[in-house]
């Protein structure tokens, strides 16, 4: 099926610096989420967008819904050690795939101390 | 804490066996989802309910039966898998199956001998 283009697929950095990574497509999207996931968890939902040009902060994290609504971006400012984990983008089309999120390949984080 | 509550936590099974997995949410959502996940892959859409009625079907295999007695509970039987469908299988829920975000629980992870 339809995937979104993630990137990148993997970062290191140090404690301290700031991360940015995207999700684009070729298609246009309703809705932008972006989740993260654990090692023996479930994804937790990290931000929610739902218009175009939106930019949504939550503590050190903020993203924004692309204008042209086939992006978004998702940036942590002061990683800390806990930001290690799998950051997955997903987005709702609406339409008939009604109920279907479209995921992204994921963005491998890892912190160093 | 998730709110979306899955159980078993782990199963490991033979290819004769029969074995179902249990999903359960009590925040009044409307929409529920199974999803299979591969190690460092994004999870994979299965079977989406809503309104206690199965909307989306992902051409998955009669081998997975889902099952939702009611708006609180979804349901996974299973019966002579393979081993490729060894996997973490996560259930989510959303308020509607529309726009609006889905929550996971924490998966059961799926060994098939």
């Known amino acids: 099926g339809q995937q979104l283009n993630q990137s990148p697929q993997s970062m290191f950095i140090q404690e301290g610096e700031d991360v940015s990574m995207n999700c684009t497509s070729s298609s246009i999207f309703n809705t932008w989420l972006w989740y993260k996931q654990d090692p023996g968890e479930g994804p937790v939902l990290l931000i929610a967008?739902?218009?175009?040009?939106e930019l949504t902060s939550n503590g050190r994290l903020t993203a924004q819904f692309g204008i042209t609504r086939k992006d978004s971006f998702l940036n942590i400012s002061a990683s800390i050690p806990s930001d290690v984990g799998i950051y997955f983008c997903a987005g709702h089309q609406g339409g008939t795939s009604y109920g279907k999120l479209t995921f992204g390949q994921g963005t491998i984080l890892t912190v160093h101390p | 804490d998730t709110e979306v509550t899955q159980t078993p936590k782990h199963l490991v099974m033979g290819m004769t066996n029969k074995k179902s997995l249990k999903c359960e949410q009590h925040m009044g959502h409307r929409a529920m989802y199974w999803y299979k996940q591969k190690a460092k892959k994004p999870p994979e859409l299965m079977f989406v309910?809503?309104?206690?009625?199965?909307?989306i079907n992902e051409s998955v295999p009669s081998r997975f039966s889902p099952e939702c007695p009611n708006s609180s509970l979804l349901n996974l039987h299973l019966h002579a898998l393979q081993p490729e469908d060894s996997a973490l299988y996560l259930c989510?829920?959303?308020?509607?199956?529309?726009?609006?975000?889905?929550?996971f629980g924490d998966g059961t992870r799926l060994s098939i001998l």
């Open positions: 989510a829920s959303s308020p509607e199956s529309s726009y609006q975000p889905q929550h």
């Open positions: 309910y809503s309104y206690e009625k199965l909307s």
């Open positions: 967008l739902y218009k175009a040009g």
